[in-house]
């Protein structure tokens, strides 16, 4: 890998999560170096945790099961996570919950993010405040959550509803979905960071995997 990728193989040691792989942006072969790097940083022993190579199409998937190929590929997730197993979950519950199908890839994304960081995971589907009768038939579930998850795109309104019904923190992840007036999330992300209910904190545009994570340490035990 020479000057390309350095694993910090060290981070579950200092941090208790495992580094993430961003696979977008990287060719098949230098993410294939990785996961051998990966590989290689287990084999001597190093406690490494459970790595995630995200934002993997088919090309860099395979390219990571060509050196892990036990690992598990998560497709609407675009997602491979090595080792296979996820740890035993400890903690709260997270919860996340999808607007529309469309927003699907992004909150797979976060919810196979935090059952690897170790926590037990619920997914609510479809649930768009276009018919508000589908998420409140789901508060009871909501309100047995430690950190909810709530991934919209279009007018991005559904994690202030949420956090309206619930006293956990919400992470609020915007999508790029919508027509556009969305100027591709740019509406939704505004929407949740001017929401008017408390608890809501909000990551980037279509960042499912920071969505995860941040859940996952709020749900820490």
């Not at 287990?42 to 860099?60: K, M, Q, V, Y």
């Not at 909150?107 to 276009?130: P, W």
């Amino acid at each position: 890998m020479g000057e390309e990728y350095e694993l910090d193989s060290a981070r579950f040691e200092r941090r208790g999560y495992a580094e993430a792989v961003y696979c977008e942006g990287k060719t098949p072969a230098q993410v294939a170096a990785i996961a051998a790097a990966v590989r290689e940083a287990h084999e001597r022993g190093e406690n490494t945790g459970a790595t995630l190579f995200t934002r993997a199409d088919d090309a860099r998937a395979s390219a990571v099961l060509g050196e892990l190929p036990d690992a598990v590929h998560e497709q609407v997730a675009r997602l491979v996570a090595w080792p296979p197993r996820p740890p035993e979950p400890a903690g709260g519950l997270v919860v996340v919950v999808c607007a529309g199908t469309s927003d699907l890839p992004v909150a797979r994304e976060a919810e196979v993010t935090a059952r690897y960081l170790g926590r037990r995971t619920e997914f609510v589907a479809d649930v768009g405040v276009a018919g508000l009768h589908r998420i409140l038939a789901r508060v009871d579930l909501l309100r047995s959550a430690r950190a909810i998850v709530v991934v919209a795109g279009m007018d991005g309104a559904l994690p202030g509803v949420v956090a309206g019904l619930v006293s956990a923190p919400v992470v609020a992840v915007p999508t790029s979905v919508g027509y556009g007036a969305a100027f591709e999330g740019v509406a939704p992300l505004l929407t949740m960071l001017t929401a008017c209910a408390p608890g809501v904190g909000v990551v980037n545009i279509d960042n499912g995997y920071g969505g995860g994570h941040l859940a996952a340490q709020i749900a820490a035990p």
